[in-house]
């Protein structure tokens, strides 16, 4: 099996803030393409462009030689692979499967025997980067399975991301893209107090942004999410749920392994915090909520005179 636009059609299921980009790209890049989602509304940008629509997963394992999946949660994951209905009951003999959810390294294992019992090929690869990598196909691809389904799978890769690394067998990119996760969490809560602390101390925070955004304490979330922090721009790029998600899967995983991770606690439950008080719809830049909220709280019960003098400062 050789993958080209020439030659090979490919199936993608999952059409949401990062999949309908990545979708694109293989359009971009000559692909017959045929998608499903479970709202066709999602996908209706992909249909006017070529693609073509599949009203279910079985009948894109149909079409396509080639199976990309992008979808929520590993629930989602487990059924469209493994249920009655699903790509590997109905895939084409030496099919490949690529998972790019961030789901359970177990479920990927899971996958990955289910389908070589039935003489098709799968490969777990989530991603980092986010609705800004998904459009300018800079994805990081971290990826588990054998590794000449790894090289076969090269064409499609490299039309999504940039740096793409086989992290070994079937279960590794799920791991490696729980290690992604466990950083980011405190990542994301060392950001906002940063911000948080700039402003209490009177600072102003584009200038404190500027310095320190590419010293010792820079990061991706520091130059590309701050901004809409402090903007006010909580669209999301990566949904506080599907953070949240992820937060679950490292912390169980890590349990399965006798290991703790408080920060990634502390994280998650900053998180619940978020999503009780203004739900799970926005971006992780969100956040900032929590400690902006805060911030507002003190400002009406801290001593007039402790507030004019810092605003003095």
Known sequence: MEISPNTTCIGFIGTGVMGAAMAGHLLDAGYRLVVYNRSR?????????GAVWANTPAAVAQEADVIVTMVGYPQDVES??????GLVAHAKPGAL????????PRLA??????AKARGVRAL??????????????TLTIMVGGDEADFLLAQPVFSRLGKNIVHQ???????YTKMCNQIALASTM??????????????LEPKKVLASIGTGAAASWPLQNLVPRMLASDF????????????????IASAEEMGLRLPGVQLAKSLYERLAAAYGDDMGTQALWLVYRDAETKADTTRPAAEQGGREGS
């Open 41 to 49: 509304s999602r996908a209706e940008g992909l249909l006017t462009r």
């Open 124 to 137: 777990d690869a989530p991603v980092s980067g986010g609705d800004v990598g998904a459009r300018q196909a």
């Open 109 to 114: 294992m899971r996958i990955y025997e289910a």
């Open 235 to 250: 669209a999301p790029g990566f949904y506080v749920k599907h953070f949240l998600k992820d937060m679950a899967i490292a």
């Open 97 to 104: 499967l690529i998972d790019m959810t961030t789901s359970s």
């Open 168 to 174: 070994g067998p079937a279960g590794a990119g799920q």
């Open 189 to 202: 809560v060392g950001v906002c107090e940063a911000m948080a602390y700039a402003i209490r101390a009177g």
């Open 80 to 85: 469209i692979y493994l249920g009655a209905d």
